[in-house]
């Protein structure tokens, strides 16, 4: 039985009108969101009107409706009658779906999803690349050597590149500016523009192939549902009257545009409803979101503001360390643009009757020495073998800021037995299985390569032998093999096989590899969708392995299509680059939007993103790598991940291009370098926050540690987490 605390009864007491609601971790905002839904649908609508409730992932939209409907079930009522939960994107396509006509689209348009639109992306940006391979040259820094220079043209600049326009292409979008416009805009401005220049021709490119396709992306829908609305005052009155009551979630993470469009559907005089928690805005750096939106909307005359700000979550020594966290930044912080990071606002704890107790129990341990990123791991993986055994029922997450670490941990709990499941963009098997692939392909594609041999008979023997570890007899075999043919096709007395290992079993593997092999060279003409298909097959076994494979193929297939020029060792190559490259990732391949609930994991370790883990909580959290790279502060030894290590001057490509951008739209002024100076400081505040969600996702246990990092020059310990260590120092005098 839901008991509200006060803050959550006034939220239960709205009737009508704004309201803005700011909610700490653990405040309980989903839960009272779901009863002011049930108990607007139970006395406030009509039959013919819905509530609407607006989420930010499809995970939370089935949770909403779980919650909402039993709560009516538990009233008599109806469960599934009287609302309506969206996410912003889902309900755009509502909207635009019922009158495409409204916006020039035909009734059966397609909406392409996120793998397909970045593909689109990609052959683009590698199209306009292609046709302009000196463009970088100028952006580089001098004394780049032969190596590095390679490098940067066929690894590091398409990456950036593409990382760029995406930005700029959401911008655009959330800005409505079409290509035409911006190319219009941009004959008329000097070479300084270049990057504008560019993102504006490749997104020309992209938006004609979705032409083509009779299709639009996601980002277009937000702007295609405002046109409609526009369009027609009597679709807007109809769409009011059905959704007299809106419900915002996550509304933090909002850009300007969807806050356009629930305000369009609000009315002047309407009701709304907006709950989120600015401290937690941490997807502003990839995203349109804009965590100023909801500040400004809480300080607003009209705006009935609600401070949810009491949470059972967490242990009295962890709500202390981060509200200690939000008091530093906004007093004490060196950089005074990150004095603005938080809404100060703290975490109290629940008072003593209610029914979600704050944990009794508390460790805060804050690892002050520096440690190798292998130290790290190391120290942290011996820890858990210490304490799982004696906490067989709770809950354990290590949290990292990038998927790159992350797979690292995994690595290691799965080297010593620790069972392990991952929230990174692309699960170890999931890896696993697309290098097996790419691999096994190569060697299909280049038979004559020796590596290539050694590769494939390696992936395919992990794939039967479980935790195979270390080179196998018959894989050092393979590797001396100078000639495979005379391995792989053998003719009269040319039998590399013939002077081999003696054992049976070593013997044995060699053979059925070389029948295997055989059959895959003979697949080789196939077409590539066929030709992975029918290796996956003699690879694979597991469904989810097999599932994987088939996306595979279909990626494959649209890419040769896309590029009939292409063979077989271009189309290996692009696996390569899906499988091993950290900035093109495997997240669409297997990773769905489903919920994920801790508490199905006692006795494992979850590894996770501090930015997947937002929204969830674990008994005890180690929070990893808390340095100067990570977690910059603004300080002149500081490095910034969005600033190119080949680029001259610091820059920052995205930041540079949506300052072009917005000069272009806007009016504003643009100095070259100026935005990536903003930029830097925008990061700063949202690690800040990063950090706060990683801090506020354990209930009783806190571990903080920082490596040195791995570029020549050690990282230091990020300046927030020198002072967190202080205040713990200070702490310490004063109790002893």
């Known amino acids: 039985m839901f008991r509200p605390r006060r803050a959550q009864r006034r939220v239960l007491d709205y009737r009508g009108g704004y309201m803005g609601v700011a909610a700490v971790p653990g405040s309980g905002k989903t839960q009272t969101l779901s009863a002011l839904a049930a108990d607007l649908v139970a006395r406030r609508i009509a039959d013919d009107q819905e509530v609407l409730i607006v989420t930010l992932v499809n995970s939370a939209v089935g949770n909403f409706a779980a919650r909402i409907a039993q709560d009516l079930r538990e009233r008599g009522l109806p469960p599934q009658a009287g609302y309506r939960v969206r996410t912003l994107h889902g309900l755009a396509h509502d909207i635009v779906r019922e009158r495409p006509g409204l916006v020039g689209l035909a009734d059966d348009f397609q909406i392409v999803d996120d793998r397909t639109a970045a593909q689109i992306m990609d052959d683009a940006v590698m199209t306009w690349l292609r046709t302009h391979p000196g463009f970088v040259d100028g952006l580089l820094k001098e004394g780049l050597d032969r190596s590095a220079l390679a490098k940067v043209r066929t690894e590091s600049w398409p990456n950036d590149c593409r990382d760029m326009v995406s930005a700029f292409v959401r911008r655009a979008k959330d800005l409505r500016a079409r290509p035409e416009t911006l190319l219009s805009s941009l004959s008329l401005r000097g070479p300084e523009f270049a990057l504008a220049r560019l993102a504006a021709e490749v997104y020309r490119d992209y938006q004609q192939s979705l032409g083509y396709r009779g299709a639009v992306d996601f980002d277009d829908l937000v702007g295609y549902a405002i046109d409609a609305l526009r369009q027609d005052p009597d679709y807007l009155a109809r769409l009011r009257l059905r959704w007299p009551f809106i419900l915002e979630d996550e509304a933090q993470d909002s850009s300007a545009l969807q806050q356009e469009l629930l305000e369009m559907l609000a009315g002047p005089g309407g009701n709304w409803v907006r709950v989120g928690d600015p401290n937690q805005a941490v997807y502003q750096t990839f995203t349109t979101a804009n965590p100023e939106l909801l500040r400004r909307f809480l300080a607003r005359p009209e705006v009935q503001a609600v401070e949810m700000d009491q949470s059972g979550r967490s242990a009295l020594g962890i709500i202390a360390l981060a509200n200690a966290l939000v008091d530093w930044a906004c007093t004490a912080h060196p950089l005074p643009e990150a004095r603005l990071a938080f809404r100060r606002q703290h975490i109290r704890p629940t008072d003593p009757d209610d029914p979600q107790p704050n944990p009794e129990r508390c460790e805060v341990y804050l690892y002050e020495k520096g440690l190798s990123p292998e130290r790290e791991v190391e120290l942290i993986v011996r820890s858990l073998l ?333 300046v927030a987490f020198i002072a967190l260590c202080t205040r713990g120092r200070a702490d310490a005098r004063g109790s002893a």
Request: glycine letters at 6%; a negative charge; one cysteine or more.
């Open 386 to 718: 210490r304490w799982l055994p004696e906490h067989p029922d709770e809950t354990v997450a290590i949290l990292v800021p990038d998927n790159t670490r992350g797979a690292r941990f995994s690595d290691a709990l799965r080297a010593r037995g620790i069972p392990c499941v991952e929230l990174l963009n692309a699960s170890a098997p999931t890896r696993d299985a697309a290098r097996a692939l790419c691999d096994v392909l190569r060697l299909v594609a280049r038979p004559e390569e020796r590596g290539a041999l050694r590769r494939a008979f390696a992936a395919w023997r992990r794939t039967r032998v479980e935790r195979a570890a270390g080179e196998s007899p018959a894989e050092r075999f393979l590797g001396r093999c100078e000639e495979p043919h005379t391995y792989l096709w053998p003719f009269g007395d040319e039998d590399y096989l013939r002077a081999g290992p003696a054992e049976p079993q070593v013997r044995g593997e060699l053979m059925a590899f070389r029948t295997l092999a055989q059959r895959w060279q003979r697949a080789a003409p196939l077409p590539i969708d066929q030709l992975v298909l029918t290796v996956a097959q003699d690879l694979f076994a597991a469904p989810q392995e097999l599932a994987l494979a088939y996306q595979l193929a279909v990626v494959l297939r649209d890419y040769a299509e896309a590029n009939p020029g292409w063979r077989l060792p271009e189309l290996v190559a692009e696996l390569h680059d899906l499988a091993a490259n950290p900035r093109r990732r495997l997240a669409w391949l297997s990773e769905e939007d489903n919920a994920f609930n801790p508490d199905e994991h006692k006795g494992e370790v979850v590894v996770a993103t501090m930015h997947r883990a937002k929204g969830l909580e674990w008994d005890r959290v180690y929070l990893t790598a808390l340095n100067n790279y990570d977690f910059p502060g603004g300080q002149s030894h500081d490095t910034y991940r969005g600033e190119p290590w080949y680029l001259e001057g610091n820059l920052n490509l995205s930041a540079e291009a949506l300052a072009q951008l917005e000069a272009l739209v806007l009016g504003r002024p643009y100095v070259p370098g100026e935005a990536s100076q903003t930029a830097r400081n925008d990061y700063v505040c949202e690690r800040l926050r990063l950090l706060y969600v990683g801090i506020t996702r354990a209930r009783k246990d806190l571990i903080m540690t920082w490596n040195t990092g791995r570029s020549r020059q050690a990282q230091q310990q990020a």
